[in-house]
């Protein structure tokens, strides 16, 4: 699906170039945990949501902000296409 290819190379873009200051697409993979590695601080983190929101055109709303929601490239694209089709994922066991 097109849009999933969109979603997954704007996330990994930004991350490549805003977080790890590279174009070089071999240093990420989809399921590195950016939180464990270093990738992001908290900071970081914020700045993802931004990123996000502007990027998607929605709202990321507080309790949304979770490691299974922003953690890795998949998991933040899995959360992004659920709120663009109204059904993001929810956080917890």
Known sequence: MAIDLD???QIRAHILENCLYTTDDTKLRNTDSLLEQGIVDS???LEL???VEEAFGFTVEDEEVVP???D???RLKRYVQGK????APRAGP
């Open 7 to 9: 979603v997954q190379a």
């Open 43 to 45: 900071t970081g983190i």
């Open 49 to 51: 949501v931004l990123s």
């Open 68 to 70: 299974d929601n922003f």
């Open 72 to 74: 890795s490239v998949e």
């Open 84 to 87: 663009m089709k109204g059904t």
